[in-house]
């Protein structure tokens, strides 16, 4: 029973960091109508940033944290939607693609040519520590990012349908023009909806970089796993974006339990999840009538 509950929470922890990664797509979607493939990147450059103030410059790690997502962050965030996508927000999807993927390849060189290819070791934010729950031990590095998901969900929801400029966020996302025709700062509003998506890339790019090396091809596709939950919750539904997030983390922490046989005839089973969530996700759509174009 202990082994159960320790790989349900392992998924739940790893479907939080996508979470994050998600809302912040669904964020954006909604105020921009803008699917951000570069949003994975975005979050790769924050936390780049934040390595470099906690261990190359030796800052104390919270105050890194804090400085790192609240300046860095949002400031990435209206750059890129005031400026690397100012141009591409009118035109056709294929152009929008188009420019998420050359800024990705912008991004990446930058960053490799800053800091250097090779993998860096990012110090953890969570406390050490466990608490015993069922008969297992949990750490609380594992709980902590369980809460601090459904905390930002919360804080999203009402945010968007109880304060003023939540309320402009859906009128933008409805009718860019109607709503600027009834006074309403459209710049300013996505603006915001891009600063508060790259905070959310970078806080994902913040818990999960500790879990493994940071290279920055790891945190650019980490947008798949994203777009894979995202897709849960077509994009704008952020009770189906936690629900898409928290599947997909599950499935790969379960991959553990299928026969040996069947994991060495695939060579990275829990890599593949997202592809099979996303494919699977679509073809619901699809045979509900949904639009997925």
């Known amino acids: 029973m202990s082994k159960e509950i320790v790989l349900l929470v392992f998924g739940l922890s790893l479907g939080a960091v ?8 669904v964020l954006t979607y909604r105020t921009s109508k803008f699917l951000n493939l570069a949003h994975g990147a975005l979050g790769m450059v924050v936390t780049y940033v934040f ?15 804090v400085l790192t997502l609240g300046l860095v962050a949002p400031i990435v965030g209206v750059v890129a939607g005031r400026v690397l996508f100012r141009g591409v927000m009118s035109k056709d999807d294929t152009s929008k693609i188009a420019a998420s993927v050359i800024v990705i390849l912008v991004l990446n060189e930058a960053v490799s040519r800053i800091w250097s290819a090779g993998a860096r070791d990012v110090p953890s934010l969570m406390p050490a520590g466990s608490v015993a729950i069922g008969g297992a031990r949990l750490g609380w590095d594992q709980l902590i990012p369980i809460g601090i998901a459904i ?16 309320v402009q966020m859906r009128a933008v996302a409805e009718d860019r023009a109607l709503a600027a025709s009834f006074g309403c700062n459209v710049a300013r509003v996505e603006a915001i909806g891009w600063a508060l998506a790259t905070v959310l890339a970078g806080a994902a ?10 290279t920055p091809l790891s945190l650019t596709f980490l947008v798949v796993s994203g777009l894979a939950a995202a897709a849960v919750g ?3 539904s952020v009770a189906g974006a936690l629900a898409g997030a928290a599947l997909l983390g599950v499935a790969q922490s379960e991959v553990v339990r299928l026969p040996a046989g069947v994991i060495e005839k695939i060579s990275s089973p829990s890599s593949a999840m997202p592809f099979l969530l996303l494919a699977g996700a679509i073809g619901v759509m699809v045979r509900a009538g949904v639009d997925v174009g």
């Open 18 to 25: 996508y979470a994050l990664i998600v809302l912040g797509l």
């Open 51 to 65: 390595w470099q103030l906690a261990v190359g410059w030796g800052l104390p790690t919270w105050l890194s944290a």
């Open 151 to 166: 905390g930002v969900a919360a804080l999203i929801v009402l945010g968007l349908t109880k304060t003023s400029i939540g």
């Open 205 to 214: 790019g913040l818990l999960i970089a500790p879990l493994s090396a940071l």
């Open 234 to 236: 077509r994009l704008t």
